[in-house]
């Protein structure tokens, strides 16, 4: 049975929003927590991005939900081993249910440490060496690595993980399905594609898939509509643009060629519960395991009453 989650989004809300939220998540009847993880927002309008290891470590002092990285880039911005010990701090600080979710990273968010931003071939290569190094450092020994990308030198986490640390692997397209299933202990994408979890399926993959969206509760459709494309347009744009345009004042030039139809368009607007059901419904009707749910624009407080009184029982049902 597909389990809903609450996705807390640190591209448009500041710290202590993003823990009320958490707070309100677990009262309303949610049972898990996404994070995601930006140096830079997507735009300035949504003018945010505080740095989410801070943010889960606070989260572990508020709330029991499990918390999962929606996803964090572990190869340019921080090295590998910066990251599994950041992990590892997470999976003790919420008593084993952290788990870290992966990806090949934006432009976006990468470029800012200075280097080219690699092709995807080789994103995808540095990837793959920096799981195994944090796997290797998870097992809590000492670890030696000289690789293609990185070095490891006598490294060993002293607090190590919790348990079992599951890394979880985004993918947008069939190849990066199979990157999940040959790296990952799951899957993690934003579209309710069966495709998509067929491919990973069919590659070997037998972990869970987890998928990440959002909604615009406001008082009347046609507002959130207008609230998304201010905030969200970027979701929007086509192909590679999300992972290879370098600042945000760079999407806010593309974003000027969506239109304010593709926002109404992607569902979930208004405070219609029936337009939030027919947005996630979808996502369990491919076979997903776990689907996370953010905000969009404020009205916080009635997003969460609406999906505790309306939204999470019917699908429950």
Request: net charge negative; aromatic share 8%; with cysteine.
């Amino acid at each position: 049975m597909t389990e809903y989650g609450y996705f807390l989004s640190c591209e448009e809300y500041t710290p202590a929003e993003l823990l009320e939220q958490a707070r309100l998540a677990e009262r309303s009847g949610f049972t898990r927590l996404a994070i995601s993880d930006h140096f830079h927002p997507w735009t300035d309008e949504q003018g945010n991005s505080p740095f989410v290891w801070s943010m889960i470590g606070a989260l572990s002092q508020v709330c029991e939900l499990p918390v999962t990285t929606l996803v964090t880039c572990p190869t340019v911005r921080l090295h590998p081993v910066i990251t599994a010990q950041a992990a590892a701090t997470s999976s003790v600080l919420t008593g084993g249910r952290f788990r870290l979710g992966v990806g090949t990273g934006e432009a976006l968010n990468e470029h800012v440490v200075g280097g080219a931003w690699p092709s995807f071939a080789e994103r995808a290569e540095m990837l793959a060496e920096a799981v195994r190094v944090m796997r290797a450092l998870f097992a809590g020994g000492t670890v030696n690595h000289r690789g293609r990308h990185y070095t490891v030198d006598h490294a060993r986490l002293y607090t190590a993980p919790e348990g079992e640390l599951p890394v979880y692997v985004s993918a947008f397209g069939p190849r990066a399905a199979r990157l999940a299933a040959d790296l990952g202990d799951g899957l993690v994408t934003t579209a309710p594609d069966p495709e998509l979890l067929r491919a990973y399926r069919e590659a070997g993959g037998t972990g869970p898939t987890l998928a990440g969206t959002k909604a615009c509760w406001a008082p009347d459709e046609q507002r959130a509509a207008a609230t998304r494309h201010r905030l969200w347009a970027s979701e929007s744009l086509p192909g590679e643009l999300n992972q290879l345009l370098p600042t945000p004042r760079h999407f806010e030039q593309a974003i000027e060629l969506v239109p304010e139809s593709a926002a109404a368009e992607a569902g979930g607007n208004g405070p219609d519960p029936q337009a939030h059901l027919a947005l996630l419904r979808p996502y369990a009707e491919a076979g997903f395991d776990e689907v996370y749910v953010g905000q969009i624009g404020g009205h916080v407080e009635e997003f969460f009453a609406c999906y505790r009184d309306h939204v999470l029982p019917e699908l429950a049902g």
